[in-house]
C-alpha cells in the first residue's frame, strides 16, 4: 500500500508503520499525547493506518491488542504530560519560542482547558497540537488528579480505539483501498479544522475589542470634555 506523503517522509503514517512497526506506533502515540516534542507528530491518520493494516495483515497482531496497547500508550503519554506540568508550574508560560516550542501553543491548549474544564481531557484529544499541550496544562493548574485520571482514560480510549477501530473497518472497503491517499488528506483536514475554526474565532475577537473599545471611550471621552468647556465660558 503506497499513501500519499503527507510532508516529509518521516512524517508519512505508511513510512512509518513499515519502517518502525506497532512499537512505533506506540511511542508516537505516547509522545503526542503529552510530550513537548510530540505536537508535530502525525497521531490521526497513523491511527487510521494503523487499523488498515491490521486488517489487510500487514501488521501481525490481533486487533483488540492493538486497540488496548496504543490506548495504553495514549493514556500514559496525557500521564507524563500531566507530571511534567506539575513540575513546571508557571514557568511553562515564561519559556521563550524555540525550533520546537512556541508560546502560542500553550496559551491556545490553557484556553482549551479553561473553556471547556475537566471534559477537555476528552475534547482536545480529536484536536492536534491542542491534545498535546493539554495534560501538561492540567497538570500546571494542578487538576485533580483523580479527575484527571478519570477524564485521561475515557479520552485515551475514545481516541486511541475509536480511530483505530475506524480505520480496520473502512480497511473491508474497496473503495477506501482504491483512494487511500485521499481518505489520510481528508482525515488530516478534518482534524486540523478545529484549530482552523478556533484561529478564525480569535482573530474576529482580536479585530472586534479595539472597536468595541473605542466605542467605549468615545462617550466617556465626551462626557469628560463637556464640564470642562462649561467652565472655561463661565470663567469668561
Not at 524555540?98 to 482536545?124: C, D, T, W, Y
Request: glycine share 8%.
Amino acid at each position: 500500500m503506497n499513501t500519499l506523503a503527507l510532508g516529509p517522509q518521516w512524517l508519512n503514517s505508511d513510512y512509518l508503520i513499515t519502517t518502525f512497526g506497532l512499537i512505533g506506533v506506540l511511542l508516537i502515540v505516547f509522545a503526542e499525547s503529552g510530550l513537548l516534542i510530540g505536537f508535530f507528530l502525525p497521531g490521526d491518520s497513523l491511527l487510521f493506518t494503523t487499523g488498515l493494516m491490521v486488517t489487510t495483515n500487514k501488521i501481525d497482531k490481533p486487533l483488540w491488542l492493538v486497540c488496548a496497547l496504543v490506548v495504553l500508550a495514549a493514556v500514559l503519554g496525557d500521564q507524563a504530560g500531566y507530571l511534567f506540568g506539575r513540575k513546571v508550574g508557571p514557568s511553562l508560560f515564561k519559556r521563550p519560542d524555540s525550533r520546537l516550542f512556541k508560546q502560542e501553543n500553550v496559551e491556545k491548549a490553557h484556553a482549551f482547558f479553561e473553556k471547556h474544564g475537566p471534559k477537555s481531557l476528552i475534547l482536545a484529544r480529536f484536536v492536534p497540537i491542542v491534545r498535546t499541550f493539554t495534560p501538561i496544562i492540567a497538570g500546571v493548574s494542578r487538576m485533580q488528579y483523580r479527575s484527571f485520571i478519570i477524564f485521561n482514560i475515557i479520552g485515551g480510549t475514545l481516541w486511541g480505539a475509536g480511530v483505530t477501530l475506524l480505520g480496520a473497518a473502512l480497511g473491508n472497503v474497496d473503495f477506501v483501498h482504491k483512494h487511500i491517499e485521499l481518505i489520510l488528506v481528508a482525515i488530516v483536514l478534518i482534524s486540523v479544522v478545529p484549530v482552523v475554526i478556533e484561529f478564525l474565532r480569535a482573530r474576529s475577537k482580536a479585530k472586534k475589542e479595539p472597536a468595541a473599545d473605542a466605542a467605549m471611550d468615545a462617550p466617556m471621552a465626551a462626557a469628560q470634555a463637556r464640564p470642562q468647556g462649561r467652565g472655561r465660558h463661565a470663567k469668561r
